[in-house]
């Protein structure tokens, strides 16, 4: 008799823990098709605005770049102005 109860406790048991594994799975599945949905309006919502802040990240880049440029040029310009200088110098 003892062992029918044993053998009952542990079917039960095993039956809880697969209901409540089935429930966490189901829990997880639900919260991430939540979080997908809100994720995916979030960026829909925002896409404008992201797209505004990439073009003005672009331009601030773009802009240090050509100074850097400009710079370098012109030190390279300053640079070949000597050399002709100084070779001028010599043959005079």
């Given at each position: 008799?003892?062992?029918?109860?044993?053998?009952?406790?542990?079917?039960?048991?095993?039956?809880?823990?697969?209901?409540?594994?089935?429930i966490q799975s189901e829990v997880e599945?639900?919260?991430?098709?939540?979080?997908?949905?809100?994720?995916?309006?979030?960026?829909?919502?925002?896409?404008?605005?992201?797209?505004?802040?990439?073009k003005r990240r672009v331009d601030v880049?773009?802009?240090?770049?050509?100074?850097?440029?400009?710079?370098?040029?012109?030190?390279?310009?300053?640079?070949?102005?000597?050399?002709?200088?100084?070779?001028?110098?010599?043959?005079?």
């Amino acid at each position: 008799m003892i062992l029918f109860f044993v053998k009952s406790f542990r079917y039960f048991r095993r039956q809880k823990e697969t209901r409540e594994n089935l429930i966490q799975s189901e829990v997880e599945r639900r919260v991430k098709g939540i979080v997908e949905t809100r994720l995916r309006e979030e960026l829909e919502r925002r896409k404008d605005e992201i797209d505004n802040e990439v073009k003005r990240r672009v331009d601030v880049l773009k802009r240090t770049m050509e100074k850097q440029m400009l710079i370098e040029l012109e030190k390279r310009n300053n640079d070949e102005m000597r050399k002709l200088i100084g070779k001028e110098v010599r043959f005079i």
